[in-house]
């Protein structure tokens, strides 16, 4: 039965945990619920929290305590892969519950108001959490196939928080997709925590690869062209093999943009990280083929600096790589202990100040590289973006550059489809762009 109340939610972290707060948020609000922006009017509170990195635990802990003096009488439930890896930390006043990741789902099966019992039965656990959505607060939702990750880097507390790697049943991950085009949407990003261990806990031979051809089947007949898939992170091992380039080239929905988690340069960190088995070399190769299809691509990575031993050498070593790559962007993280992993017991840590000018040195060249990325974007005769929901002007085109609409021309669009716009100029980290017209659509680079 419905009762009313408001609730506020803050996630930290991953686009896995994005997805898994859109699930809880959808069945408070099919029990009454409805969200508020202000968590000082909200009876009910989560706070999704994130363990990556020593700053993401402590950024979910601060806010956890800073709703609970603001809002000492709403109902707070402090969940997710910080409150596995420290619970202790989230123990605060006003919290109903500390619920570590791989019972979060148990959010999903009681009103927030009344719930008292969080445990879970372990000969009832689900082999994949229930998680669904049926909409999302961004114009590019995700649909998560896969959770979990059995590689064991050595630096990286996710298997400690989410635990082995697990597959979502393919109809399940048709039947999300579906509903989400249906309800409107037209980018989605299908995300995983290890996309390369997708069905690695199943012995039928489907991989990642396998998934992709299979949507792409299910929806391209009649969804090419006005809407589209893009790819969250992906293993560098994933790329270097002929079935993703076969894939990739034969997609008819993907966007041209791969995000790779390439951590680091150097094969002598990458063997201390323990990593799976890719070298620069053959990243550089495989992306080489691939600009044989997509001769204009997106290209990130996540990169991880000052790990354990990390020198000088070494950290040339990784700016040569990514100078060498076409890179459009990276995401760069200075390296943080985490407590129970290999790499908090290494010998060799570097300070603190070391790590961050190692970080700091790779943004530097990456800010050259993505202000040179947007300026050829200029050259394109057109492109689709994507405008997000929370902000009509803004949102992503094709090959993941950030785009906004120039003012006058926002009534142009309309709810998530991807608007065909025509670059007009570069203003900070955005291409400002326009609504293309029939004169501009003419050789459009995409293909689509």
């Known amino acids: 039965m419905e009762k009313a109340f408001k609730f506020y939610a803050v ?3 991953c686009r896995v945990n994005q997805y898994e707060t859109q699930a809880i948020r959808e069945w408070w609000q099919s029990l009454g619920g409805v969200e508020t922006d202000d968590p000082a ?19 979910a802990r601060q ?10 009488e709403a109902r707070i439930f402090a969940a997710g892969c910080a409150c596995s890896a420290e619970p202790a930390d989230f123990a605060l006043p006003g919290v109903a519950a500390v619920i570590p990741q791989k019972d979060k789902f148990v959010l999903l099966r009681g009103h927030p108001l009344d719930m ?15 998680f669904a959505i049926r909409s999302f607060r961004r114009a590019r939702p995700v649909v998560k196939v896969q959770d979990g990750c059995s590689q064991g880097c050595a630096y990286c507390i996710i298997p400690l928080t989410r635990g082995p790697a697990r597959s979502r049943p393919v109809d399940d991950i048709l039947a999300e997709t579906r509903r989400l085009f249906e309800n409107g ?14 069905h690695a806990d199943n012995a039928d031979g489907r991989n990642f690869w396998t998934l992709l051809r299979r949507m792409d089947e299910e929806f391209a007949p009649e969804w090419r062209g006005r809407a589209r898939f893009r790819l969250s992170s992906l293993d560098p091992a994933q790329v270097t093999s002929q079935e993703c380039l076969e894939t990739l080239e034969g997609s008819r929905m993907v966007c041209p943009h791969l995000h790779l988690s390439l951590q ?15 070298s620069p070399e053959s990243v550089a190769e495989a992306v080489g083929k691939m600009r044989r299809f997509w001769p ?30 076409p890179m459009t962007y990276a995401h760069v993280f200075p390296y943080s202990v985490r407590p129970g992993t290999r790499a908090a017991a290494m010998e060799n840590q570097l300070p603190k100040k070391v790590r961050q000018e190692h970080a700091a040195r790779v943004r530097a060249l990456m800010a050259e590289k993505h202000r ?25 085109n094709e090959w993941y550059a950030d785009c906004r609409m120039e003012e006058e021309a926002c009534a142009a669009r309309r709810g998530h489809e991807l608007v065909r716009a025509v670059p007009v100029r570069v203003e900070g980290n955005m291409i400002i762009v326009r609504p293309a017209g029939e004169e501009d659509l003419t050789n459009h680079p995409s293909g689509e």
Do not use: W
């Not at 806010?63 to 000492?72: A, D």
């Not at 000052?306 to 040569?320: D, K, M, V």
């Open 11 to 13: 996630t930290y972290g």
């Open 296 to 325: 204009v691509m997106g290209l990130g990575a996540d990169i991880l600096m000052g790990f354990p031993g990390e020198s000088e050498q070494e950290t040339e070593e990784t700016l040569a790589m990514l100078r060498a790559l």
């Open 372 to 396: 040179n990325f947007l300026l050829s974007q200029l050259d394109m005769a057109c492109m689709h973006v994507a405008f997000d929901s929370a902000d009509a002007r803004h949102g992503n």
């Open 41 to 59: 009017e909200a009876d009910v509170v989560l706070v999704d929290s994130c363990a990556v990195t020593a700053e993401a635990v402590s950024d």
């Open 264 to 278: 680091n340069g150097s094969m002598a960190v990458l063997r201390r990280m323990g990593r799976s088995p890719y």
């Open 116 to 130: 008292t019992d969080f445990s879970v039965d372990e000969q009832k656990r689900p082999r994949f959490a229930p």
């Open 185 to 198: 949407y037209r980018e989605i990003m299908i995300s995983g925590v290890n996309l390369r261990q997708f």
């Open 63 to 72: 806010m956890t305590r800073k709703i609970g003096r603001l809002n000492p």
